[in-house]
């Protein structure tokens, strides 16, 4: 008898058991579906324009002019900062539609005495470089600009690409892979295209736009900006575009703030709105400058 209550008791836990895996399998596979629903849609979000071609170019070109417009009330700022990679992407975007308020920055930059001097090659490419003040500021520069520097001037540049690891493909990411890519677009200037260069660099964009493809946080307009300078739009998802527009601030300008994130080398959790800045409008004003003026068909604006 004690024997078949045993049996009868382990039955009954059997039973009552397997509601409750029932329940745990139904839980896991509509957890499942729930993040790949979740996951869709995010891809979605990203990377798909629902936006027409009219209302689209409408929305570039009023985000050009609001940009502009904080660009000539911050002109002084800009100019005082000096912050040259800003500058030299203005000179560029200046060869596709002649505009008074980049040639003021421009030239407002170059009067300005600044040491170190050599920086300024990135604006003129034949302003004269002292081989010891180049080198002795590659020494002191963090890695992104001695990449920047020895771009500029790789004849007398005393490092070599190895030894900053500038040509490796897989090993950057994100930022550094961003500024890899720049810089090796100042070296294919300085020295002149090559296949292998160009394969190079198109191989970087490729892993760029492979990011921004899975970004759904706030798009990274740097790395927007410098593939279009590379000279792949194709690699550029007009929804990106799009979302640049999207997140420019009322004063024209744009900010590194993603909801309560404020993006950078070490983000931050904040509650409060912080203020346009230089670095994100003027990248967001090349970006708009290409689509717009560069490579409109592409973008379905011609």
């Given at each position: 008898?004690a024997?078949a209550h045993?049996?009868?008791n382990?039955?009954?836990?059997a039973?009552?058991?397997?509601p409750?895996l029932?329940?745990?399998v139904?839980?896991?596979l509509?957890?499942t579906?729930?993040?790949?629903v979740?996951?869709?849609g995010v891809?979605?979000?990203?990377n798909?324009?629902?936006?027409s071609?009219?209302?689209f170019?409408a929305?570039?070109?009023a985000?050009i002019?609001k940009s502009?417009?904080w660009?000539k009330v911050?002109?002084?700022e800009i100019?005082r900062?000096?912050?040259?990679g800003?500058?030299k992407?203005?000179?560029e975007i200046q060869t596709l539609r002649?505009?008074?308020?980049?040639s003021d920055i421009i030239?407002?930059?170059?009067a300005?005495?600044?040491?170190p001097?050599?920086?300024?090659r990135l604006?003129d490419?034949?302003?004269p470089i002292?081989?010891?003040e180049?080198n002795?500021t590659?020494k002191?520069?963090c890695l992104?600009n001695?990449?920047?520097?020895?771009?500029?001037a790789p004849d007398i540049a005393e490092?070599t690409?190895?030894?900053m690891?500038?040509f490796?493909?897989e090993?950057?990411?994100?930022?550094?892979l961003?500024h890899?890519?720049?810089?090796?677009?100042?070296?294919r200037?300085?020295?002149?295209?090559t296949?292998q260069?160009?394969?190079?660099?198109e191989h970087?964009?490729?892993?760029?736009s492979n990011?921004?493809?899975?970004?759904a946080?706030?798009?990274?307009?740097?790395q927007?900006?410098?593939?279009?300078?590379?000279?792949?739009?194709?690699?550029?998802?007009r929804r990106?575009?799009?979302?640049?527009?999207?997140?420019?601030?009322p004063?024209?300008g744009w900010?590194?703030?993603?909801?309560?994130?404020i993006l950078?080398?070490?983000?931050?959790?904040d509650f409060?709105?912080?203020?346009?800045?230089?670095h994100?409008?003027l990248?967001?004003?090349t970006?708009?400058?290409?689509?717009?003026?560069?490579y409109p068909?592409?973008f379905?604006?011609?």
């Amino acid at each position: 008898m004690a024997k078949a209550h045993k049996l009868s008791n382990k039955r009954n836990d059997a039973v009552k058991k397997r509601p409750v895996l029932h329940k745990m399998v139904i839980a896991v596979l509509v957890s499942t579906v729930l993040i790949v629903v979740f996951s869709i849609g995010v891809l979605v979000y990203n990377n798909v324009s629902f936006t027409s071609d009219e209302v689209f170019a409408a929305q570039v070109d009023a985000a050009i002019e609001k940009s502009l417009d904080w660009s000539k009330v911050h002109k002084g700022e800009i100019i005082r900062k000096g912050n040259i990679g800003l500058i030299k992407m203005l000179k560029e975007i200046q060869t596709l539609r002649p505009t008074p308020l980049f040639s003021d920055i421009i030239s407002g930059f170059m009067a300005v005495p600044r040491q170190p001097n050599c920086w300024k090659r990135l604006i003129d490419p034949n302003w004269p470089i002292d081989k010891l003040e180049l080198n002795m500021t590659i020494k002191k520069e963090c890695l992104d600009n001695k990449w920047a520097l020895y771009a500029i001037a790789p004849d007398i540049a005393e490092i070599t690409p190895e030894e900053m690891h500038l040509f490796e493909p897989e090993r950057w990411s994100g930022r550094e892979l961003a500024h890899q890519l720049d810089a090796l677009i100042a070296l294919r200037k300085t020295k002149g295209a090559t296949e292998q260069l160009d394969k190079f660099i198109e191989h970087l964009c490729n892993r760029v736009s492979n990011e921004l493809f899975f970004d759904a946080l706030k798009i990274d307009i740097g790395q927007v900006a410098f593939v279009l300078r590379a000279g792949f739009p194709e690699k550029i998802n007009r929804r990106w575009a799009e979302r640049i527009v999207a997140s420019q601030l009322p004063d024209g300008g744009w900010n590194n703030k993603w909801f309560y994130f404020i993006l950078g080398r070490r983000s931050v959790f904040d509650f409060a709105i912080p203020p346009s800045n230089q670095h994100d409008t003027l990248l967001a004003l090349t970006v708009l400058y290409l689509v717009r003026y560069q490579y409109p068909e592409h973008f379905g604006l011609k």
